[in-house]
């Protein structure tokens, strides 16, 4: 998407609706080799272009329905769940680098629109990520996988956003990079950007 076409999108808008991983930051290859050291010793095999935008248990229960396995029991899955963040937790405070464009666009977006945070990771990986970008204390609210009962493709977590803010979902964008997410966004009636296209370059003439 151009960056006149992101202009468009944020016309009118009051509040911006961002997932994190994919989104606002390049955690994909992180949360890949996370799943694969947590299963490749189960012989599991990882498609993660199906499990991103998921919260971990459900993938980690997609992964076990795609390789013919029965369903693990929920101490099984507790522990796998905890070994892949403890994984990912340890490449992110090593390896995690914003995308680009990113910090631009915030620190322009922060004071023109309300900015909320919608992700299917949990509390304590995503936290320790913003911490590392220096993104803390952008969003409000921030709604984490421990946060809803169903997350994307339910558009649970979005609805509570809109719920909490009192703005309504055609004030709204999603910004997004998921197929879950943006089913989710979707169900929720609030416009979407696909975050892997789109140009952040605001121009400095622009006025919203």
Do not use: N
């Given at each position: 998407m151009s960056n006149l076409g992101l202009k468009n999108k944020l016309a009118g808008k009051r509040l911006?609706?961002?997932?994190?991983?994919?989104?606002?930051?390049?955690?994909?290859?992180?949360?890949?080799?996370?799943?694969?050291e947590t299963l490749s010793p189960l012989g599991i095999p990882?498609?993660?272009?199906?499990?991103?935008?998921?919260?971990?248990?459900?993938?980690?229960?997609?992964?076990?329905?795609?390789?013919?396995?029965s369903t693990p029991d929920a101490e099984t899955l507790a522990e796998l769940v905890a070994e892949k963040q403890r994984h990912v937790r340890a490449l992110i405070s090593?390896?995690?680098?914003?995308?680009?464009?990113?910090?631009?666009?915030?620190?322009?977006?922060?004071?023109?629109?309300?900015?909320?945070?919608?992700?299917?990771?949990?509390?304590?990986?995503?936290?320790?990520?913003?911490?590392?970008?220096?993104?803390?204390?952008?969003?409000?609210p921030m709604l984490f996988a421990e946060d809803v009962r169903q997350?994307?493709?339910?558009?649970?977590?979005?609805?509570?956003?809109?719920?909490?803010?009192?703005v309504a979902a055609e004030d709204a964008l999603v910004f997004e990079d998921s197929t879950a997410g943006f089913a989710a966004s979707k169900a929720a009636l609030i416009?979407?950007?696909?975050?892997?296209t789109m140009d952040l370059?605001?121009?400095?003439?622009?006025?919203l």
């Open positions: 911006l609706i961002f997932d994190f991983d994919g989104t606002l930051a390049d955690t994909t290859p992180l949360h890949e080799q996370a799943f694969t990882v498609d993660y272009q199906r499990l991103a935008g998921r919260k971990t248990a459900d993938a980690m229960l997609l992964c076990f329905a795609d390789a013919l396995l090593e390896l995690l680098e914003p995308l680009p464009g990113v910090d631009e666009f915030l620190k322009w977006a922060k004071h023109r629109f309300e900015m909320a945070l919608v992700t299917s990771g949990s509390r304590g990986t995503v936290e320790l990520a913003l911490k590392k970008l220096g993104y803390s204390g952008l969003f409000e997350a994307k493709p339910s558009p649970e977590g979005f609805l509570r956003v809109l719920e909490i803010t009192k416009d979407c950007i696909d975050a892997r370059t605001i121009p400095k003439s622009v006025v």
